[in-house]
C-alpha cells in the first residue's frame, strides 16, 4: 500500500521569504502522481502543484516549485517570496495512475508572519 | 459554472440514525470520490466510483454506503454502524484516472456533527 508522509506538523515563515516544506512516500509503482494542496480555513481544497513521475524536471507554477527525488522518494513544495494568504494547511497527495485515489499526508499547517 | 456541490453545508445527527450527504457534479467527470477529515489530520478515502453503477470501497469503508445510480451524483450514506462519524466529509471528481492533467475537483465539504 502506498503512504504518504509530511513531517512537519506546522511552518512559519516571515513574509516576503521563503520556506520549505516536505513529504516523501513510499510506493512500489512505477507509474503515478505527486501533488500538493492548499487548504485555507474555508476548507475548501486547492491544488497548488503537480508533478508527473516520470518527468525529471520539477515543476514550477509561479512562486511554487518543488523538489522531487524520485530516488529518495521525496516531494518537497518550495514557496518563495511568502505571502499572507500563503497561510492555510497544505496536503502533499499521492495518486495512483491506476486507480485515481489520492492519498494523502496528515498536513503542514503554515503560518505567514507579516 | 461548472463544479461540485455537497450539500448541506452543516448537518446535525442524533446517534443511531442514517444520514445522507448529498453530492452532485456537473463536470462530466467519470470517477467521482468521498473523503473523510478529521481536526487536523489529512484526507481519508471512504469511497469512490469510476463508472456509473460500480463502486469501491476505500481505506476507512466500514459504517458508510455508497450509491451510484447517474453519472452526476454519488451520495454518501453515514450509518449507526459508524461509530465516530463527526468530521468533515468531502466529494471530489476526476474526469478520467489516467493522466496528470485530470485534475481531481473538490467540493465545498459537508460538516457533520453526532449529538
Known amino acids: 500500500a502506498q503512504t504518504v508522509t509530511q513531517s512537519q506538523p506546522e511552518m512559519s515563515v516571515q513574509e516576503a521569504e521563503t520556506v520549505t516544506l516536505s513529504c516523501t512516500y513510499d510506493?512500489?509503482?512505477?507509474?503515478?502522481?505527486l501533488f500538493w494542496y492548499k487548504q485555507p480555513p474555508s476548507r475548501q481544497m486547492i491544488l497548488v502543484i503537480r508533478?508527473?513521475?516520470?518527468?525529471?524536471q520539477n515543476a514550477t507554477e509561479n512562486r511554487f516549485s518543488v523538489n522531487f527525488q524520485k530516488a529518495a522518494k521525496s516531494f518537497s513544495l518550495k514557496i518563495s517570496d511568502s505571502q499572507l494568504g500563503d497561510a492555510a494547511m497544505y496536503f502533499c497527495?499521492?495518486?495512483?495512475?491506476?486507480?485515481?485515489?489520492?492519498?494523502f499526508g496528515q498536513g503542514t499547517t503554515l503560518q505567514v508572519k507579516p | 459554472d461548472g463544479g461540485i456541490t455537497q450539500s448541506p453545508k452543516y448537518l446535525f445527527r442524533k446517534e443511531g440514525q442514517n444520514v445522507t450527504l448529498s453530492c452532485e457534479q456537473n463536470?462530466?467527470?467519470?470517477?467521482m470520490y468521498w473523503y473523510r477529515q478529521d481536526p487536523g489530520q489529512g484526507l481519508r478515502l471512504i469511497y469512490y466510483?469510476?463508472?456509473?453503477?460500480?463502486?469501491q470501497k476505500g481505506d476507512i469503508a466500514e459504517g458508510y454506503s455508497v450509491s451510484r445510480e447517474k453519472k452526476e451524483s454519488f451520495p454518501l450514506t453515514v450509518t449507526s454502524a459508524q461509530k465516530n462519524p463527526t468530521a468533515f466529509y468531502l466529494c471530489?471528481?476526476?474526469?478520467?484516472?489516467?493522466?496528470?492533467?485530470?485534475?481531481?475537483?473538490f467540493g465545498p465539504g459537508t460538516r457533520l456533527t453526532v449529538l
Open positions: 463536470l462530466n467527470h467519470d470517477a
Open positions: 466510483s469510476q463508472i456509473v453503477n460500480d463502486f
Open positions: 510506493t512500489s509503482e512505477s507509474d503515478y502522481y
Open positions: 497527495a499521492y495518486r495512483s495512475a491506476n486507480t485515481g485515489k489520492l492519498i
Open positions: 508533478q508527473e513521475a516520470y518527468k525529471q
Open positions: 471530489a471528481s476526476i474526469r478520467g484516472t489516467s493522466g496528470t492533467y485530470n485534475e481531481q475537483f
